[in-house]
């Protein structure tokens, strides 16, 4: 386990994150510092992986190890591909890797326990037990240099698992799924309005905003907005309704078709230097 409190000499590095995709169809978060990354979930291509990682100026060679959430296809569908080619350990439990059904070599394999963290180079990841549809899910948080970065989607309720873990965060991706009149109002089937409303379903706009202003610290600098329903959502209905309520916090909206842009999150963040931050990080990014 990392002391992160002893002297280092990397102790002033800030962590680096990017949603590369978010929504139904696919999803991979990226979370790394300047020597390791992890990726949380893979659910879209390793080419397409690949090339928005590119894009940023994100090397697949820092990635060290994906975390599973849950089997469900848009978190492990690249998951083969990825962890082929590039021979990435993959951090899944037995129940979620029985479910998922996907192939992995077996010297790749590692499985977890919910609060027994996991060191990947400076990084500490520890995961915890979440209420969705799925055999064994999981959510993350990811933790260096006295940094935390959780990953909060495909949750049905924001139980004391996520606030306790959302109160530490400098940074979170948040599940904002559904807007409750769209999904109210809209043309599913009763049972998967009800499916995705239940306790083990998706976080509706409401609920995810709820935890957001009763959980957050004074040090969340960066929310991500995550894991948008395509047809009971829309981005800027999201961003609206959670920058009335910012704050200091910087509000993003993570796309289901695009990467955003790679945040750097600081320990001590100020909003106004932000833009400045953010050319740093790309200078520092451009020499992985
Ligand atoms: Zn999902
Ligand atoms: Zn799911």
Redesign the pocket.
């Known amino acids: 386990m990392i002391k992160v409190n002893s002297f280092c000499y990397f102790c002033s590095m800030p962590l680096f994150i990017t949603s590369l995709n978010s929504g139904s169809n696919g999803n991979c978060y990226y979370i790394g510092n300047n020597h390791e990354a992890v990726l949380i979930d893979a659910g879209i291509s390793c080419r397409e992986t690949e090339k928005r990682m590119k894009r940023l100026g994100l090397s697949m060679h820092i990635v060290k190890a994906i975390f599973v959430s849950?089997e469900?296809s848009?978190?492990v569908t690249g998951i083969p591909g990825i962890s082929k080619k590039y021979q990435l350990p993959v951090y899944i439990t037995a129940d979620t890797l029985k479910s998922s059904n996907i192939p992995i070599e077996k010297h790749l394999v590692h499985s977890f326990n919910g609060y027994e963290p996991i060191t990947i180079g400076a990084l500490l990841i520890t995961a915890f037990p979440k209420f969705?549809?799925?055999s064994d899910?999981h959510s993350f948080m990811v933790s260096g240099n006295n940094i935390n970065i959780g990953v909060f989607t495909?949750i049905g309720s924001a139980c004391p698992h996520v606030t306790t873990h959302f109160k530490q965060c400098h940074a979170a991706f948040l599940e904002s799924n559904y807007c409750e009149d769209m999904l109210v109002n809209g043309s599913y089937p009763e049972f998967l309005k009800k499916r995705i409303s239940g306790d083990n379903g998706?976080l509706s706009n409401a609920q995810a905003l709820e935890l957001f202003l009763r959980h957050k610290n004074k040090k969340l600098n960066h929310l991500i907005l995550s894991h948008l329903s395509k047809n009971n959502n829309s981005m800027k209905l999201v961003g609206d309704i959670f920058n009335a309520h910012a704050g200091s916090t910087k509000i993003i909206v993570a796309s289901r078709y695009k990467e955003t842009p790679v945040f750097c999150i600081d320990e001590l963040y100020k909003p106004s230097a932000a833009k400045k931050n953010s050319k740093s990080s790309q200078a520092q990014l451009s020499l992985f």
């Open positions: 849950h469900h848009d978190h969705h549809d799925a899910p495909d998706h």
